[in-house]
């Protein structure tokens, strides 16, 4: 039976709880995605409180961080999601985010809705990529990939 959330208290003191485990065990996201057989930034995203994992992907990350029963449990229950509180973030690299979605939000909306035209991109029929690539001007750049259904608004 799917179980949902309505606090998540229990997934952030598994996510402190797995992110430790991961560190003792020196383990990278990409180890831990292999192992659940999904996507470095689903799994990820799991993992930290954000996302269901199916039944035997949850039993695999469990098994690979060492996390009980309880944790096979609750990464397959459907969070509330949100990781960010009310106040802006103060985590440098969540703050550029956040700031990057201030300056060209806007900008951003403006575009999609001229190709699209009404509607919002999906953040569940969603994909997300992050690579890192070699600036010509020296030093590396992040290539971050946001792929989103588009739903368009439907009268009614």
Known sequence: MVHAQFDNS???????AAVEAKTRRDLSWQQIADAAGLSVA????AVLGQHAL???SAKAVAELLGLDDDAVMLLQTIPTRGSIEGA?????TI???????QVYGTTLKALVHEQFGDGIISAINFKLD?????DPEG???AVITLDGKYLPTKPF
């Open 42 to 45: 689903f799994v990820t995203a």
């Open 10 to 16: 229990a997934r952030q003191q598994l996510a402190i």
């Open 130 to 134: 992050v690579k890192k690539v070699a």
């Open 88 to 92: 802006i973030p103060t985590d440098p």
């Open 139 to 141: 030093g590396e750049r």
């Open 95 to 101: 703050y550029r985010f956040y700031e990057m979605l």
């Open 54 to 56: 199916p039944e035997k």
